[in-house]
């Protein structure tokens, strides 16, 4: 196969690339080849031990599901202050975000539960490190233990190829173009099917336990197959999934789950922007 089967139409790429910023593209400020701040912002503090500042995405709802399953199961020490970055007000360049993740990428955690305060960032970083905290939803050791953070990083894999693969060219992209759109088409089935066929044969992703595996996968195969991803979910055939319906389903049963996937939306399909205390999302729930 030639190389021009894999170029766009009308487009030869130059030998060296040069960044164009492009003010007509909503998503011009969010995506630049540099990193670091662009204006000056202090990040809010609350009283409790955990500052989480995030955003009610797939990746931010991992964190918030994982503080509210830590609530549900006694840990009272896991109180957190839940703070809204705004992503397209480019509140992830701000000084004080970028000082706690210097990725400016949602969520980043303050944890101030100890003598001296820790940074935490990149949503799987944080659940492992909440996981280990607290001894929680974290096989202490063996296969299971191994298990669990294959499946998690697995996540960590697929979610730029939901996301940014198909998502971008699919949902966002101003022109519809066949060749990435098949590509990442083909790569987000083969992820569902592989998670179908292993949903088959357990309940959750490490066997008979719900794990910080389940939290990290769940936020994207949700999207996909209970929500609408990107106005492909049809496109995708993504109710022919049977298992990962089942095990979507069964999650969002969960009190936790619920709690924690209304939490940094902004206000919006019955969401809070912020999260200070359990009342915040009661009243959320029962206003429905």
């Keep these: 196969m030639s190389k021009d089967k894999h170029k766009d139409e009308g487009y030869d790429p130059p030998k060296v690339w040069k960044w164009k910023k492009n003010k007509a593209d909503p998503f011009g400020g969010m995506n630049r080849p540099i990193s670091g701040a662009t204006h000056e912002s202090k990040l809010p503090r609350g009283k409790h031990p955990f500052q989480l500042y995030s955003l009610g995405s797939p990746n931010g709802q991992k964190v918030t599901i994982m503080f509210e399953e830590l609530?549900?199961?006694?840990?009272?020490?896991?109180?957190?202050?839940?703070?809204?970055?705004?992503?397209?007000?480019?509140d992830q360049f701000g000084s004080g975000f970028v000082a706690l993740n210097p990725n400016s990428k949602i969520p980043a955690l303050?944890?101030?539960?100890?003598?001296?305060?820790?940074?935490?960032?990149?949503?799987?970083?944080?659940?492992?490190?909440?996981?280990?905290?607290?001894?929680?939803?974290?096989?202490?050791?063996?296969?299971?233990?191994?298990?669990?953070?294959?499946?998690?990083?697995?996540?960590?894999?697929?979610?730029p190829v939901i996301g940014g693969g198909f998502g971008h060219f699919y949902g966002y992209a101003g022109t519809k173009l066949k060749y990435p759109i098949n590509r990442y088409a083909m790569e987000v089935k083969r992820i569902l099917?592989?998670?179908?066929?292993?949903?088959?044969?357990?309940?959750?992703?490490?066997?008979?336990?719900?794990?910080?595996?389940?939290?990290?996968?769940?936020?994207?195969?949700?999207?996909?197959?209970?929500?609408?991803?990107?106005?492909?979910?049809?496109?995708?055939?993504?109710?022919?999934?049977?298992?990962?319906?089942?095990?979507?389903?069964?999650?969002?049963?969960?009190?936790?789950?619920?709690?924690?996937?209304?939490?940094?939306?902004?206000?919006?399909?019955?969401?809070i922007a912020e999260r200070h205390c359990a009342a915040d999302i009661d009243a959320a729930l029962a206003r429905g």
């Excluded at 609530?71 to 480019?90: F, P, S, V």
């Excluded at 999934?241 to 019955?270: F, K």
Aim: glycine share 10%.
């Design 71 to 90: 609530l549900a199961a006694g840990h009272k020490d896991a109180e957190y202050d839940a703070w809204l970055i705004n992503i397209m007000q480019r």
């Design 110 to 159: 303050l944890d101030r539960s100890g003598k001296k305060p820790v940074r935490v960032f990149e949503s799987a970083s944080i659940l492992l490190h909440l996981a280990e905290k607290f001894g929680a939803f974290l096989p202490a050791s063996g296969p299971t233990r191994a298990e669990c953070f294959s499946w998690l990083m697995w996540q960590m894999s697929t979610a």
């Design 193 to 271: 099917d592989v998670a179908d066929k292993h949903l088959a044969n357990n309940r959750y992703f490490c066997g008979k336990h719900f794990t910080i595996a389940d939290i990290a996968n769940f936020g994207w195969l949700n999207y996909l197959v209970r929500g609408d991803a990107y106005g492909g979910s049809r496109f995708l055939d993504t109710a022919s999934y049977e298992h990962v319906g089942r095990w979507v389903d069964d999650l969002r049963m969960r009190e936790g789950v619920r709690r924690g996937l209304i939490v940094n939306r902004g206000g919006q399909m019955g969401g």
